[in-house]
C-alpha cells in the first residue's frame, strides 16, 4: 500500500519548464509603435486644423484669429512638411526595428525634432476658438 | 517495491514526462504566436502611419508651394 501511494506521487510529479515569455522583446516595439500612432494622429490633426484656419476660407474665423495665407504657404506648410518626412521615418525605423534589440538612436532624436515642429506651428497660429480646441485635443 | 513496480513507475514517469514537454512546447508556440502576431499588427499600424505620412507631407509642400 505504502508502495503504491509512493508511486503514485512519483508519477504525480510533473516537471514544467517555464520558458520566459516570447512576447517582452516585443513590449518595447509595441510601446514605441502606439508612440509612433499617436504622435502622427497629433500632426495630422494639427495639419487638419490649420487648414480650416487659413484666412479665406469658409471655416476660417475672423481677420486677426484666421492663419495669414502667407504665414500658412511660407512658415506652417513648409514646417509641417518636415514633420511629416520625420514622422515617415520614425515609422519605417520603428517598423524596421528588429525585435529584442536596443531602441534604435534616431527614434528619439526625430520625435525631438516633431516636437519642436508642433510648438513652432502652434505659436504661428493666432488664438481661435478652433485653436483652442486643437490645444485642448492635443493635451489630453 | 519489486521489480515488476519499478518498471510500472519508471514507466507512468516516462509517460508524464513526455506528456509535460509536449505542454511545455505548446505553450511555448502559443507564447510565440501571439507574439507574431503583435509584431504583425504592430507593423501593419506602422506601415499605414508611413504612407498617411507620405500623403500628408506632400500636402504640405502643396500648400507651400513647393510641390
Given at each position: 500500500m505504502k508502495q503504491r501511494i509512493l508511486a503514485g506521487m512519483a508519477a504525480l510529479i510533473v516537471m514544467i519548464a517555464l520558458v520566459s515569455a516570447a512576447g517582452c522583446a516585443a513590449k518595447q516595439r509595441h510601446i514605441a509603435t502606439v508612440s509612433v500612432v499617436a504622435g502622427h494622429q497629433a500632426l495630422a490633426l494639427i495639419q487638419d486644423t490649420e487648414m480650416l484656419l487659413v484666412c479665406g476660407k469658409s471655416t476660417a474665423p475672423a481677420a486677426g484669429q484666421c492663419v495669414p495665407q502667407d504665414v500658412h504657404q511660407n512658415e506652417i506648410s513648409p514646417k509641417l512638411a518636415a514633420a511629416f518626412q520625420y514622422d515617415a521615418s520614425i515609422a519605417r525605423t520603428v517598423r524596421d526595428w528588429p525585435v529584442?534589440?536596443?531602441?534604435?538612436?534616431?527614434i528619439g532624436e526625430l520625435m525631438g525634432k516633431i516636437n519642436a515642429i508642433i510648438q513652432d506651428v502652434l505659436r504661428h497660429m493666432p488664438e481661435s476658438a478652433l485653436k483652442t480646441k486643437l490645444v485642448f485635443q492635443l493635451g489630453s | 517495491m519489486g521489480f515488476e513496480g519499478l518498471t510500472a513507475l519508471l514507466q507512468w514517469i516516462g509517460l508524464f514526462q513526455a506528456i509535460a514537454s509536449k505542454g511545455t512546447a505548446a505553450w511555448t508556440n502559443i507564447k510565440k504566436a501571439l507574439a507574431d502576431n503583435g509584431i504583425e499588427a504592430d507593423t501593419s499600424a506602422l506601415d499605414a502611419v508611413a504612407v498617411d505620412a507620405d500623403r500628408r507631407r506632400a500636402i504640405a509642400e502643396h500648400e507651400a508651394g513647393q510641390a
Amino acid at each position: 500500500m505504502k508502495q503504491r501511494i509512493l508511486a503514485g506521487m512519483a508519477a504525480l510529479i510533473v516537471m514544467i519548464a517555464l520558458v520566459s515569455a516570447a512576447g517582452c522583446a516585443a513590449k518595447q516595439r509595441h510601446i514605441a509603435t502606439v508612440s509612433v500612432v499617436a504622435g502622427h494622429q497629433a500632426l495630422a490633426l494639427i495639419q487638419d486644423t490649420e487648414m480650416l484656419l487659413v484666412c479665406g476660407k469658409s471655416t476660417a474665423p475672423a481677420a486677426g484669429q484666421c492663419v495669414p495665407q502667407d504665414v500658412h504657404q511660407n512658415e506652417i506648410s513648409p514646417k509641417l512638411a518636415a514633420a511629416f518626412q520625420y514622422d515617415a521615418s520614425i515609422a519605417r525605423t520603428v517598423r524596421d526595428w528588429p525585435v529584442g534589440t536596443p531602441p534604435p538612436a534616431t527614434i528619439g532624436e526625430l520625435m525631438g525634432k516633431i516636437n519642436a515642429i508642433i510648438q513652432d506651428v502652434l505659436r504661428h497660429m493666432p488664438e481661435s476658438a478652433l485653436k483652442t480646441k486643437l490645444v485642448f485635443q492635443l493635451g489630453s | 517495491m519489486g521489480f515488476e513496480g519499478l518498471t510500472a513507475l519508471l514507466q507512468w514517469i516516462g509517460l508524464f514526462q513526455a506528456i509535460a514537454s509536449k505542454g511545455t512546447a505548446a505553450w511555448t508556440n502559443i507564447k510565440k504566436a501571439l507574439a507574431d502576431n503583435g509584431i504583425e499588427a504592430d507593423t501593419s499600424a506602422l506601415d499605414a502611419v508611413a504612407v498617411d505620412a507620405d500623403r500628408r507631407r506632400a500636402i504640405a509642400e502643396h500648400e507651400a508651394g513647393q510641390a
